[in-house]
């Protein structure tokens, strides 16, 4: 059984999350430092790490770089929220939580992060759109546009199994009927109308974008969840549920 260190024993929200997940993970609670926690990751004490409900994002982020590392072959990190509806539903949002204004190349980085952590998690093939307030050159030119097509464009040439699309709307992502209007006038998408990766420009859009979701949708939410470091962690917002970080786990499980 995997386990996952929680450095924030005793806090109440994680203990009652622990005994809740003793079914499907061996949580181990300890009071201490976020760094000491990712150092028993490396010592092989643990298998990944859950923080962030009483230390900054800034603590565990930087922790995670400064001790875990970097993935192998990887140099741009990332993160995703995994949003749950309470009809079932799930979609993911990234990244939110840690690059501000990304380059079109770290854009294109993240959308692998995301495609591959996403295969992971989702049941279904993940369909990626990377949004904007337009949807394909609706909007007129833009650099925001220019960045999220060289990005698209990168990712194609470099992973063309991955299922993306751009630039589009939030409606013309997720919406069957508005996606397939829209997309019309390109030839055409995949993607448009039935994504189940948010692909965001940057960290504002989609940090408003998942706090939205949370608390006018009633969604649940993991993460943010760390992508492109050595080992599986999750930086918990400090607003975290009990339901959000059971959820987080699980999500996390499935990356290790």
Do not use: W
Request: hydrophobic share 45%; charged share 25%; with cysteine.
């Amino acid at each position: 059984m995997h386990k996952i260190i929680f450095p924030e024993a005793n806090n109440d929200y994680i203990k009652e999350a622990a005994i809740r997940l003793n079914m499907i993970c061996e949580p181990i609670l300890v009071e201490s430092s976020v760094q000491d926690a990712a150092v028993k990751i490396l010592d092989g004490e643990a298998d990944a790490m859950i923080a962030g409900i009483d230390y900054s994002s800034r603590d565990v982020i930087l922790a995670t770089r400064d001790v875990i590392g970097i993935a192998e072959g990887r140099k741009t990190f990332s993160s995703l929220f995994v949003a749950k509806f309470p009809n079932g539903q799930r979609i993911i949002i990234s990244d939110g939580a840690t690059c501000k204004n990304p380059t079109s190349e770290q854009l294109a980085d993240i959308i692998e992060l995301a495609n591959d952590a996403a295969a992971k998690i989702l049941d279904d093939q993940p369909r990626l759109a990377v949004l904007s307030f337009s949807t394909f050159g609706s909007g007129g030119k833009d650099p925001s546009m220019e960045k999220t097509a060289e990005a698209i464009a990168l990712i194609r040439e470099r992973r063309p199994d991955i299922l993306v699309d751009g630039e589009m709307q939030l409606d013309a992502a997720v919406n069957p009927r508005v996606g397939e209007k829209k997309a019309a006038a390109h030839g055409g998408s995949e993607v448009a109308g039935h994504a189940n990766v948010l692909i965001v420009p940057d960290i504002n859009s989609g940090n408003i974008l998942y706090k939205s979701i949370e608390q006018f949708a009633g969604a649940t939410v993991a993460g943010p969840i760390l992508l492109g470091f050595a080992k599986p962690v999750s930086d918990l917002s400090r607003g975290s549920t009990v339901e959000d970080i059971v959820l987080t786990a699980e999500s996390l499980l499935k990356l290790i």
